[in-house]
């Protein structure tokens, strides 16, 4: 799917237009980002948690030379599912 095919969806569901659907979706990422930048985590109650972990630096290897290189430490985003949407998806 698509961004373009969950505007529609979300137009369709919600009855509204697609420019209103895709201005809510653009706002609710936008949301969704500045929360995980100054909090870190972002709980959507029977969806899911979205949470920004540390990861460290380690040593990895380059697949075409073999020579081992340091892969620098980095911030992820990380997705734990809630019980509905696991529920859901079985």
């Known amino acids: 799917m698509t961004k373009a095919d969950l505007v529609a969806k979300i137009a369709e569901k919600a009855s509204m237009t697609k420019a ?3 201005r809510a979706l653009n706002a609710f990422l936008d949301s969704v980002e500045s ?3 100054k ?15 540390e990861r460290k630096a380690r040593t990895g290897r380059n ?5 081992s290189i ?3 430490a980095a911030k992820v985003v990380k ?3 809630g019980k509905l949407l696991k529920d859901a998806v079985k």
């Open 63 to 67: 697949p075409r030379t073999g020579q």
């Open 35 to 37: 929360t995980l930048v």
């Open 70 to 72: 340091t892969i620098p």
């Open 20 to 22: 209103d659907a895709e």
């Open 39 to 53: 909090e870190g985590k972002l709980t959507l109650t029977g969806f899911g948690t979205f949470v920004v972990e």
């Open 79 to 81: 997705f734990r599912p």
